[in-house]
């Protein structure tokens, strides 16, 4: 079993920045993919960035590209969020997942979820 717990949530004015974090721990962490969803109240969940397990592609949800960037560091076994430009309509919590994708070198937003973390909140607001 992974334990998936996030950092890095707040209160931000439009056009700024902040970063997610999320440490993972368990085994198997090399095997899976990793991706930040997100649910703001009354709507459906979103998936924003997905990882490949291998760490060689990554994909964005169209709201979010160009301004979000995610990445891995195997070492310290975090997966990070870079947000920037940040928008009010980027207001959720934010959730890590780990995933089991069909490629090492793929994901998707609609692989199987094995493990969510407990989430982030995310306020964009003036």
């Known amino acids: 079993q992974l334990r998936l717990v996030e950092s890095g949530g707040g209160l931000v004015q439009p056009g700024g920045s902040l970063r997610l974090s999320c440490v993972a721990s368990g085994l198997g962490l090399n095997y899976f993919a990793f991706g930040w969803f997100r649910q703001a109240p009354g709507k459906d969940r979103e998936g924003v960035a997905c990882l490949s397990s291998s760490g060689s592609n990554a994909n964005y949800g169209d709201s979010v590209k160009g301004r979000f960037t995610i990445s891995r560091d195997n070492n310290a076994n975090t997966i990070f969020l870079q947000m920037n430009n940040l928008r009010p309509e980027d207001t959720a919590v934010y959730y890590c997942?780990?995933?089991?994708?069909?490629?090492?070198?793929?994901?998707?937003?609609?692989?199987?979820?094995?493990?969510w973390g407990q989430g982030t909140q995310v306020t964009v607001s003036s």
């Open positions: 997942a780990a995933q089991h994708p069909d490629s090492l070198r793929s994901c998707s937003f609609n692989d199987e979820v094995s493990f």
